[in-house]
């Protein structure tokens, strides 16, 4: 089993957009995913308390009953746990950080987000686990050239000593809209934007963690992860 926690020091960064679309996308590529909800703002089992699958699909716990969740996701056969991290206190966040084969670290590319990214960063080199940055709620590519905000964003975080996704997360009104039915943007336009991003994001994270090399770094990502298609390693 695999585990993989979503992270942000600072409120409003996206990660439980980011922790929920990631976990609805590898659930319908075949890869057997639960959620577990460690914010105690519990804003990920407001978007999914409504679906069918919930009690199977995502767990309200707390930073100190993650370590035993995890053992019993692994005894009972999910092959990605996903933790949605609290922004604070610290203490929680590195239990979440503990339990992970990768981090994700998200951050929009606004100074005060940039910042908080390295307070992530910070944690997850001291406790020595794997970690990325991922970029969120970023203003779309035009024409294949990136804002200068976005630009500017990936060159600050070159200097932040983990490697950042190639994909880069847009803001789009879809990632609401969807929430707002209790889904994922792959369930609401399978061929959008959104979710061509979503599905790259994931094939490059689940890469990851199967062991394979991060993609090189790239600045614009609209045309990345169309068909894309994974089984669990």
Known sequence: MKTLAVMSRKGGAGKTTVAVNLTLAARAMGVRAVLADAD???????????????PSLLFETSASKLFALTEACRRSGVELLIIDTPAAPEADVAEAVKVAD?????????????????????????????????????PPARAGVEPPSVLKAFEALRFANLPVAAIAMRSRMIYQTAFAQGRSVLEIDAEGSAAREVRALFGQVWKRMSGERPAPMRTANDDLGAGLRLRPA
């Open 40 to 54: 105690p703002l519990r804003s990920a089992h407001e978007v999914l308390k409504g679906r069918e699958e919930a």
């Open 102 to 138: 990768l981090c994700l670290a998200v951050a929009r590319p606004t100074y005060l987000d940039l910042a908080a990214a390295v307070m992530s960063v910070a944690v997850i080199q001291r406790l020595g686990r794997e970690g990325q940055i991922v970029l969120n709620q970023c």
